[in-house]
């Protein structure tokens, strides 16, 4: 959801920032976060904040293992 009321955008921004939003394969790396890959380049590693707001019976795994019940156990 994107509330944008207050910000001076027309229909050709709009459409230049969906463009970019294609372009920039936003939708394969928010998958690619959710999923558990290593999208954390300078660290090589997933990011793993996902895990923290994740219900006790969600999945994420991360190299086969469900991080979520390691998460859970720390807090």
């Known amino acids: ?3 944008y009321s207050k ?3 027309n ?3 709009m459409e230049k920032l969906i463009a970019l939003y294609d ?3 936003v939708e394969s ?9 290593a999208i954390n380049a ?9 895990a923290l707001r ?3 019976d969600e999945i994420i795994e991360v190299d086969g ?8 156990e720390e807090l």
């Open 42 to 50: 300078t660290e090589r590693r997933a990011v793993l904040h996902t």
């Open 23 to 25: 372009k920039l394969g």
């Open 29 to 37: 790396q928010i998958q690619d976060k959710f999923g558990g890959k």
């Open 1 to 3: 959801m994107l509330d």
């Open 11 to 13: 229909h050709e921004a």
């Open 7 to 9: 910000q001076n955008l």
């Open 65 to 72: 293992y469900n991080v979520v019940t390691t998460v859970q």
């Open 54 to 56: 994740a219900s006790k």
